[in-house]
């Protein structure tokens, strides 16, 4: 349910609709974005006709939200946010953000000459991971704490923004304070301890659809974090399993369009995990842009072949190159919609 303030509503009588809301036994949380307006009551609270919060000096509506999920939805919160990171800006409509780099943080001489490739080629952000979700236990797990030293080194270099994975509640603690952005895995979309953590940090979160997971339950894994205090989520469809064995995975383009629907929080793309090979991955951005994503993350090697992770769905950093100018061009076809 939720309980829209007047727009000239205090921020005292905001706080005291929320002690109201807490002593009558239900979780009164500011829904994400603008705070003076509206709080969101997570409980079932009966007929919105007879809410005894209708009186509460500053409220204007009491509106029932139908969705499981409440404080990502449209229904809660109908202006799109936009997670603002310095001069970048991340679901704003108007320019799709890119965010490039390796797989893994292999070495700080690969990982700095990848980063000054993806950042000449046009990227504001670099990925790269220290803690690898691998799926065997014998393969490559990262260089964990080392790598993020790394990281911090390419950010007072380049000026890039760091993204980069935290794959359990311990990691997390030194990954929230290395990074600007905390990635959350796929196959982390439903570790349900994790998402409370990461509700926690100050930092913003990209979540990655599950492997098998339905927009609905990707909706609801955004939900554990916000509801834990933290608004600035970035869902990313990644691809997700289907009988379609051509491909890694299969990239899910209406995911795009679903999100959009229900969700005011941004979405970006990663074509490169949904694909697995890197000559699909320029297509699939086009895709990816065409429909309404709000950017890419894309994997990138300056030598593919000898990478210790994901090499084959890597582009050379020309082909980066190549990708930024497309997605300039798409996206100044649709200027229009700024
Ligand atoms: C990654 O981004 O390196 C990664 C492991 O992605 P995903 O969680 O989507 O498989
Ligand atoms: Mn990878």
């Not at 913003?204 to 894994?221: D, F, N, Q, W, Y």
Request: proline share 5%; net charge neutral; hydrophobic share 40%.
């Amino acid at each position: 349910m939720l309980v829209i303030m007047k727009n000239d509503a205090t921020q005292e009588q905001i706080d005291n609709v929320i002690r109201e809301i807490t002593d009558a036994g239900y979780r009164g949380i500011p829904i994400p974005g603008d705070h003076r307006t509206a709080v969101c009551i997570v409980g079932n609270q009966g007929m919105v006709e007879e809410s005894p919060f209708l009186a509460l000096e500053g409220v204007k509506e009491v509106l029932r939200v139908t969705k499981p999920y409440k404080l990502v939805s449209h229904e809660t919160c109908p202006k799109p946010t936009v997670i603002r990171l310095g001069e970048v800006e991340i679901g704003n409509g108007c320019k799709p953000v890119i965010i490039a780099g390796p797989c893994s943080v292999e070495s700080e001489e690969q990982t700095l000459r990848i980063a000054r490739q993806v950042k000449e080629g046009g990227a504001k952000l670099f990925r790269g991971g220290a803690f690898k979700p691998r799926t065997s236990p014998y393969s490559f797990q990262g260089l964990g704490k080392a790598g993020l030293k790394i990281l911090e080194k390419v950010r007072s270099e380049t000026g890039l923004l760091i993204v980069t994975e935290a794959t359990d509640s311990e990691n997390l603690k030194l990954v929230e304070a290395s990074t600007d952005i905390i990635q959350i895995g796929a196959r982390n979309m439903q570790n349900y301890s994790l998402l409370r953590r990461a509700g926690q940090t100050k930092k913003p979160v990209i979540l990655k659809r599950g492997l098998s997971a339905t927009i609905e339950e990707l909706l609801m894994a955004a939900e554990y974090i916000i509801a834990e205090g933290n608004t600035q989520v970035i869902l990313c469809e990644r691809g997700i399993r289907t009988f379609s064995d051509n491909t890694r995975f299969t990239l899910d383009l209406s995911a795009i369009l679903s999100v959009k629907a229900l969700s005011h929080l941004p979405i970006i793309v990663d074509p490169s995990h949904a694909a697995g090979r890197r000559d699909y991955v320029i297509p699939l951005s086009r895709a990816a842009i065409a429909t309404g994503a709000d950017g890419l993350i894309v994997e990138v090697h300056s030598d593919p072949p000898s990478a210790l992770s994901d090499g084959a769905q890597s582009l050379y950093p020309e082909q980066f190159c190549q990708l930024v100018k497309e997605v300039e061009y798409l996206n100044m076809l649709g200027v229009e919609k700024c």
